[in-house]
């Protein structure tokens, strides 16, 4: 490989102001919302680091890459030809990852010994990509250097980059995640005059609140199919394909079949909100065994696609992985894609989107996926919970206590449902997501809309 190979990749070599053309700095331009990752923020400009970026694709790592390179040229001043970008899916396995960063780094020592920064982006299926790191740190190769690389298969990236111990450099945490937005972080995007932390003052907007949340069930959590919806009144068929696209592109990767995780998801969309077994998937689904079930569902989470919550006992207080789980999917708009694709309304997405989630009866089913996307950012353990023959939908675990949490979308709730709960409740209280506000004792029923949209993550 030649250094003039890796100058198409990086032409601000030739004069800082060429990131300026860059295609995703410029498609920001034409953005009504710009989303600011916090790591736009907090990259770490001095200190010695290995960072992995994982998120969906379509999500907005490399355009995030883009930015923090932009900052380093023309807000920091630094060296140009000191910042290193490469596209990972260019590259077949580690040997080359070796040799691309082997010839970059030969073209540069020499020159200076200023800090660099090198970019890898959607690294995730170059085979062993860490050995290369490794053996560059290990060689003393990447001595004032800070690392980041992107990968959208979370658990190739995360378990390749635990390979490396001890070589991770002196910033914590070192792997960062970039989901899609929550409802509150949706807020702050597009309305954010309305969003407060006070509970009670957010009251005054339930109706637009309301509003914004069908907006965000249509849209999801992706820059740009906000911008999209927002800009244009609709999101284009085409962005749907693009979504499908890159599942099934991934999936083809890993060596599965999309028809047959097209059967499982279309099973999963059944058994949204309940508990289910992978004995019970893999009859429904045809499957020959429940062990395809759960490879399938394991590419799918890694793929960000769904998110699985395990069964935690709140009589024994320990998690039962032998028991059914919950499944929900990664993002509503993801939801929207592969459920048009199922009931075949991929001619005109967009308006059989709207149907599904005006629908009275699939709204709360809606609301509980939502709610687990926010409780899965606010705790690193996430379950749901049973005692005796009672269910709780959400149980958060932070610092060794947990909350309770319920979702019962309906506008008649009594507090006296829940009272079995109270003993189980450490220090807080039983939050219950409802249509309406209402206080008794330990039991809170307040607004979905309204939690879901106050309580940052």
């Known amino acids: 490989m030649q250094i003039s190979q890796l100058q198409q990749h990086n032409p601000w070599w030739r004069r800082p102001e060429y990131i300026l053309d860059n295609p995703f700095i410029k498609n920001l331009e034409k953005q009504k919302f710009v989303y600011f990752h916090p790591l ?55 040997k080359e990852l070796h040799e691309l960063l082997t010839v970059y780094l030969d073209f540069i020592r020499p020159k200076n010994k200023d800090r660099l920064y090198l970019f890898l982006d959607e690294i995730s299926f170059v085979a062993n990509w860490q050995r290369a790191i490794k053996s560059l740190v290990d060689t003393a190769q990447l001595i004032k250097t800070t690392v980041l690389i992107t990968g959208s298969n979370i658990l190739d990236l995360k378990f390749s980059s635990e390979r490396m111990p001890g070589r991770r450099g002196e910033v914590f945490p070192w792997d960062i995640k970039f989901l899609p937005l929550s409802f509150a972080e949706y807020l702050s995007l597009v309305k954010p005059e309305i969003q407060t932390d006070s509970y009670f ?66 099973r999963l969309f059944s058994h949204l909100t309940t508990p289910v077994s992978y004995y019970k998937l893999a009859k429904e689904s045809g499957l020959a065994s429940h062990a395809t079930v759960a ?30 789980q919950k499944f929900y999917f990664a993002d509503p708009f993801i939801f929207n894609a592969l459920k048009t694709k199922i009931e075949g309304f991929l001619n005109n997405p967009f308006n059989y989107s709207q149907e599904t989630i005006i629908s009275e009866g699939r709204r709360p089913a809606l609301m509980e996926n939502a709610a ?8 690193p353990k996430l379950y749901y919970g049973r005692s005796a023959k009672k269910e709780i939908d959400f149980v958060g675990f932070y610092q060794s206590k947990y909350a309770l949490f319920e979702v019962k979308y309906q506008g008649k ?16 209280t039983l939050q219950v997501l409802t249509q309406r506000d209402y206080h008794q004792n330990k039991i809170h029923l307040v607004p979905a809309e309204i939690f879901l949209g106050c309580v940052k993550p």
């Open 40 to 94: 736009y923020q907090n990259f770490p400009l001095e200190k010695e680091a290995v960072l992995t970026l994982r998120g969906p694709r379509r999500i907005g790592k490399t355009t995030l890459l883009m930015l923090i390179i932009k900052k380093l040229l023309l807000e920091k001043k630094v060296n140009p030809e000191n910042i290193f970008f490469y596209p990972g899916d260019l590259l077949k396995d580690f």
């Open 372 to 379: 687990a996307l926010h409780f899965h950012r606010l705790y």
């Open 295 to 324: 490879d399938y569902l394991e590419i799918l989470e890694k793929m960000f696609v769904i998110l699985s919550l395990p069964h935690f006992s709140l009589e024994e207080k320990k998690v039962l992985h032998r028991k059914n």
């Open 413 to 428: 709730v009594s507090a006296d449902e829940f009272s079995w709960a109270k003993r189980l409740v450490e220090k807080g």
């Open 201 to 266: 003052k957010a009251l005054g907007f339930l109706a637009e609140y309301r509003k914004f949340f069908t907006d965000y069930l249509l849209t999801g959590g992706f820059p740009v199919t906000i911008n999209q919806f927002y800009q244009q009144g609709y999101i284009e068929p085409t962005l749907y394909e693009i979504f499908l696209t890159w599942i099934e592109g991934d999936l083809h990767k890993t060596g599965k079949s999309e028809a047959v995780a097209y059967r499982l998801i279309n």
